[in-house]
């Protein structure tokens, strides 16, 4: 659920993804070039990258801590991407339940989801049937959704998830796998980072959405 903050919070200001009914992408990001979203951007670290090596896509991220989606989307802003960038304050279950129209999204990534291990927390994982409803429904034919982890576990859970799913086909070094040993998006997650400078191994996962 995401925070409602006061009017008198910090962050009471935070640029939120609108409250309800249907919201197109380009009420959020004008134009017609490809449009890439970030689930859980965070300190928007992988954001920032991704606009320097790929200066032709628009970026969204859909970040639920309302203190960083206001920082990120500030920072953007002021360094002269915020019409290209944005980073919004939502849940991205509900958020992409509602964004349209179907088919018009290049691009999904996940980085390192999901820090939660306790059973109690189960409803708080991104990862589930209805997120992947929502990807499917909103990429396009031959569109991307790339997922990495340094968690053994997870990344079975999500191989697992998604390859169920009837709207995605793998797509990553080899056919009939999705597994990737690289990251080919020129841009990295801080985690990223420093799962790399401590030696960690990192499972990278990348999916194609089928044509309808």
Same mark, same amino acid.
């Given at each position: 659920m995401v925070f409602r903050p006061r009017p008198n919070h910090p962050y009471a200001h935070a640029a939120r993804f609108p409250d309800e009914g249907p919201v197109d992408i380009a009420s959020i990001l004008p134009g017609d070039s490809p449009v890439e979203i970030e689930i859980g951007p965070g300190r928007g670290g992988f954001l920032f990258e991704r606009a320097a090596a790929a200066p032709d896509r628009r970026l969204l991220g859909l970040e639920i801590r309302l203190k960083w989606s206001s920082i990120v989307d500030e920072r953007l802003k002021k360094q002269g991407l915020g019409a290209r960038a944005r980073v919004l304050n939502a849940d991205a279950r509900e958020a992409l339940s509602r964004l349209g129209p179907d088919a018009s999204i290049d691009t999904f990534f996940m980085h390192f989801p999901d820090p939660w291990w306790k059973k109690k927390h189960a409803k708080r994982l991104v990862m589930g049937p209805g997120l992947l409803d929502s990807i499917a429904r909103l990429l396009r034919d031959g569109?991307?959704? =790339?997922? !990495?982890? %340094?968690?053994? #576990?997870?990344? #079975? &859970? =999500? +191989?697992? !998830?998604?390859?169920?799913? +009837?709207?995605? +086909? *793998?797509?990553? %070094?080899? *056919?009939?796998?999705?597994? &990737?040993? #690289?990251?080919? =998006?020129?841009? $990295?997650? *801080? $985690? #990223?980072?420093h799962a790399i400078a401590d030696g960690l191994p990192v499972t990278r996962l990348r999916y194609r959405r089928r044509p309808r």
């Open positions: 569109g991307a959704f =790339y997922v !990495q982890t %340094d968690v053994a #576990e997870r990344a #079975e &859970m =999500y +191989e697992a !998830q998604i390859g169920a799913h +009837e709207a995605f +086909e *793998p797509s990553g %070094d080899e *056919p009939g796998s999705a597994r &990737m040993a #690289e990251n080919p =998006y020129g841009a $990295r997650s *801080p $985690r #990223e980072h």
